[in-house]
């Protein structure tokens, strides 16, 4: 690393620490006892109904709760529920909500704010839209307790109702829930730990929240999204540092106290300070993986899409990602290896990087030198290396690309646009999800092939559609293997996911800080804080 190079790293976080301390560090908090933490990105869409990114989402379980949690044993456990009942035919459930739930603005958590916030998620998310293909009625009994009638028995009703991530079935007062899953909500308040400061709130650099002192947490310990959200602190804030020298340096410095992932080559830094622990706290890890856009050419095109996955190769993505063989995996199973629902169809498409059968194949499907558009964001480290490494593949493959660069935030709204390229469109881009949500074909957001209805890429599988309903029908362990192995055939087959293999990302943080949950989800209950 250059001379230059530190001295410019150094001067911006000289020049950041100064407006940190008075934009971000003071404002608002001279007494409360604060996190500070460095996220991933920052945070602009704010509808955890809307979106399925991450930031997105971690906000969603701040300030909101859910009817039903999971552990890490993957036990669905009551949490806005104090319980349910299921009917002796196993086709209604009764659900009872548990005392002391309120809003935000106080009012009380009522049935119909749960009744209403389920049907607009089920409107959008991939496992709910299957599950409302299996219900017959859902109805409010009383303020407290509301039901949801089966036409046919299926485990997917509370697996989707206790999700982990890529649209949590999050509960929201019954005039916002009312809002069309088509627009975004324009108010944000839930019933959950955390209240959402509005007042504070810069889009994309700074989000407040405050302990919402009347949240009456659950008795039992806390446990992945389950048990007892107990706040120990009186505020939390996130920070925006694109620059990931610079979040370091002030986690090293004392001016924040986490930072959510700490880039791969710069852990030695932070592992040599005495003063800061280094923890992977999502044991499961990751996977990542890169969509096509199979509305427009050049991807509506399944060879092509097939040659591009031979162009890719998992081993090139993870060295330039992670570097460390420590922290990474190739694996082409979409559903996550060492799993249930593993498979190895596809090893030979999408772990080796096949560039001579890519030219082939671009060659057999007359492949008219159509722009390859890839979204490649900029301020986000687990997601700025793929594109690159992507583009590059495809270029020598023969592809013309051009990578459009942007900040994550913008291409999580870029993400929903149907449009072509030449109208602001795009042809692929890349991310990420953790492994603990992605083991089957309900919570793994990326296998969902109903057109439109879809999730961003919008593929049009009928034929992996039926395998997914035959899966929420199935009981028997061997059958639902069966039938994912069929699903991972398709999905490589059809490109409707292209996987890049799995990893783990550690966080690091402040050793004034004890309390922090081994989670998939980043969560900020429980944590205490030593002094101010």
Not at 38 to 53: C, F, H, K, Y
Not at 211 to 222: C, G, H, I, L, Q
Not at 431 to 460: C, E, H, I, Q
């Amino acid at each position: 690393m250059s001379y230059n190079f530190l001295a410019r790293r150094y001067a911006t976080a000289f020049t950041f620490k100064i407006a940190l301390s008075t934009a971000y560090l003071f404002a608002g908090s001279a007494s409360a006892q604060t996190i500070t933490a460095v996220m991933q990105s920052g945070l602009r869409v704010m509808d955890p109904v809307v979106s399925t990114a991450f930031m997105t989402r971690d906000h969603g379980y701040m300030i909101y709760d859910t009817l039903l949690g999971i552990d890490s044993n993957f036990e669905i456990r009551p949490q806005m529920a104090e319980r349910w009942e299921v009917s002796a035919d196993q086709k209604t459930y009764t659900f009872i909500l548990r005392d002391g739930l309120k809003w935000h603005d106080s009012a009380p958590v009522k049935s119909e704010d749960a009744v209403a916030s389920i049907k607009r998620w089920a409107e959008k998310d991939s496992t709910g839209q299957v599950l409302m293909t299996l219900v017959s009625e859902i109805k409010v009994l009383d303020d407290k307790s509301f039901q949801i009638v089966l036409k046919e028995p299926t485990s997917l009703l509370l697996d989707g109702l206790a999700k982990l991530s890529s649209r949590p079935a999050f509960i929201m007062p019954k005039r916002i829930a009312e809002t069309p899953s088509s627009e975004s909500i324009k108010e944000f308040i839930g019933s959950g730990p955390f209240k959402f400061v509005a007042s504070e709130f810069k889009p994309g650099l700074k989000v407040v929240y405050e302990k919402n002192k009347d949240y009456v947490p659950r008795a039992e310990p806390a446990n992945w999204t389950a048990g007892g959200k107990v706040v120990n602190v009186d505020r939390v804030q996130w920070v925006s540092m694109p620059d990931q020298m610079t979040a370091v340096n002030a986690l090293q410095n004392g001016e924040v106290d986490f930072i959510q992932q700490v880039p791969f080559d710069l852990l030695p830094m932070v592992e040599a300070n005495s003063d800061v622990k280094v923890e992977v706290l999502d044991k499961l890890g990751n996977w990542t993986y890169y969509r096509f856009n199979h509305l427009h050419p050049p991807f509506n095109n399944e060879l092509l899409r097939q040659a591009a996955m031979h162009a890719v190769g998992q081993d090139d993505v993870l060295k330039a990602l992670v570097g460390n063989p420590k922290y990474y995996k190739p694996c082409p199973a979409i559903f996550g290896c060492d799993t249930p629902y593993a498979s190895s169809y596809g090893q030979d498409v999408v772990v080796p990087s096949n560039i001579e059968k890519a030219k082939e194949l671009l060659k057999e499907a007359n492949y008219d030198g159509t722009p390859v558009i890839v979204l490649h964001p900029t301020d986000l480290a687990m997601v700025s290396v793929q594109p690159v490494v992507i583009a590059s593949a495809l270029r020598k493959a023969g592809f013309k690309v051009d990578l459009k660069t942007m900040d994550w935030q913008t291409v999580v709204t870029q993400q929903g646009n149907q449009k072509p390229a030449s109208e602001g469109g795009w042809d692929i881009f890349s991310t990420y999800s953790t492994l603990a949500t992605s083991g089957n074909p309900f919570g793994n957001t990326t296998v969902a092939a109903n057109g439109t209805k879809a999730w961003a890429g919008w593929p049009d599988v009928p034929e992996i559609e039926a395998l997914r309903l035959e899966f929420a029908r199935a009981t028997d362990p061997t059958e639902r293997k069966g039938i994912t192995d069929k699903i991972q055939k398709l999905a490589i087959d059809k490109g409707v996911v292209g996987p890049l293999g799995q990893f783990t990302v550690p966080a690091a943080y402040s050793r004034k800080l004890s309390g922090i949950l081994p989670s998939p989800i980043t969560v900020f209950w429980n944590i205490e804080k030593a002094g101010k």
